[in-house]
């Protein structure tokens, strides 16, 4: 598995920048071509350049795996044509939902979805058929953001620190992982929106230790 440490427009949290599947990484249109390259290079995968609502947050509001893609309502209409007209073999759906900050709110690999249990079953039903997944309601240590304080991809499953043993324990037979435990820039929670990765790579923010690393690699892989 391919790693590194970086910094994306002055950020530890690089998370809210881009999301990753098997197949791409998509990424906020502002960054620059060396961070675009750097990440799809780590990753094995073509970039793919968005915005959401003008801002380069798109592992903030946008949720995806290999079979479909999840936008924010606030994205603007320019914004989900571009990304329709990408051509990119996917299913691509519009959330109308308050919880719009999807990445933040959803924890998905090709398998599962493990969402914030406040949607709504319609937003549930949404997700998993856009997804092509079975969709489980859950808080995990406590936070409704399931996708914010963890991380899943096709290969591993990071929890973050204050999860309990029997959440590891549930979690680990629900998933199939051996999940490991921790944090990343240096004690942050927050490991989902720390982290870009997939199957192949995973970058981390800039101030995550050389131990919080380990740890995240270790999971993933």
Do not use: C
Not at 72 to 78: G, R, W
Not at 104 to 114: G, P
Not at 143 to 158: D, E, Q, R, S
């Amino acid at each position: 598995m391919e790693a590194a440490k970086y910094k994306i427009l002055g950020s530890d949290y690089i998370g809210v920048f881009a999301t990753a599947t098997d197949d791409f990484v998509f990424v906020g249109a502002g960054m620059t071509s060396n961070s675009k390259e750097m990440i799809a290079k780590t990753l094995g995968v073509k970039y793919i350049d968005m915005s959401v609502s003008s801002s380069d947050l798109v592992g903030l509001f946008v949720k995806a795996n290999s079979n479909g893609m999840l936008l924010s309502n606030l994205m603007l209409d320019h914004e989900i044509e571009a990304i329709e007209k990408k051509g990119l073999g996917i299913s691509v759906k519009v959330m109308e939902s308050e919880l719009n900050a999807l990445g933040s709110n959803i924890l998905a690999n090709d398998k599962m979805a493990i969402i914030n249990p406040d949607y709504s079953k319609k937003d549930e039903q949404d997700i998993s058929d856009t997804l092509g997944v079975e969709t489980i309601r859950a808080k995990i240590d406590g936070f409704k953001t399931v996708g914010a304080n963890n991380i899943l991809t096709n290969t591993g499953l990071a929890l973050n620190n204050k999860a309990t043993a029997q959440e590891k324990n549930d979690w680990d037979r629900i998933t199939g992982f051996d999940s490991i435990l921790t944090t990343a820039n240096t004690g942050a929670m927050a490991i989902g929106l720390s982290v870009i990765a997939n199957s192949k790579g995973v970058i981390v923010g800039d101030t995550t230790t050389g131990f919080e690393m380990a740890r995240i690699i270790d999971a993933l892989e």
